[in-house]
């Protein structure tokens, strides 16, 4: 079992930049696909982005291709989510997850263990 912290979230300006991360402890991160999702207000939680074991292939939501950038540091336990050119639809609860899986997959109910999220809110 594994236990996520998400931390870095925030309120900025549109056009700015966050860095959001994720520690890991309970178990060595490099076991799992990593993911980043988030839930707006009255809306389903969405796919955000996604990392393969080794860091070697990541995918990202059509939304936030181009601004945001996904990493690991599987020595450290820790993921990241570089988050540029901030809109403010991209305004949301953020959370970090675990799929223990090998596949990157983009659908929530596949991850197996989630965070407590992180609220990053962007102003205009």
């Known amino acids: 079992q594994v236990q996520l912290v998400e931390s870095g979230g925030g309120l900025v300006q549109a056009g700015g930049s966050l860095r959001l991360s994720c520690a890991a402890s309970g178990r060595t991160l490099s076991t799992y696909v990593m993911g980043w999702f988030r839930q707006a207000p009255g809306k389903e939680r969405e796919f955000v982005a996604a990392?393969?074991?080794?860091?070697?292939?990541?995918y990202y939501a059509d939304s936030v291709k181009g601004r945001f950038t996904i990493s690991r540091d599987n020595p450290k336990n820790t993921v990241a989510l570089q988050m540029n050119s901030l809109k403010p639809e991209d305004t949301a609860v953020y959370y970090c997850a675990a799929d223990i899986h090998v596949a990157i997959t983009t659908t929530a109910s596949r991850y197996d263990y989630w965070g407590q999220g992180t609220q990053v809110t962007v102003s205009s």
């Open positions: 990392i393969s074991r080794s860091g070697g292939r990541t």
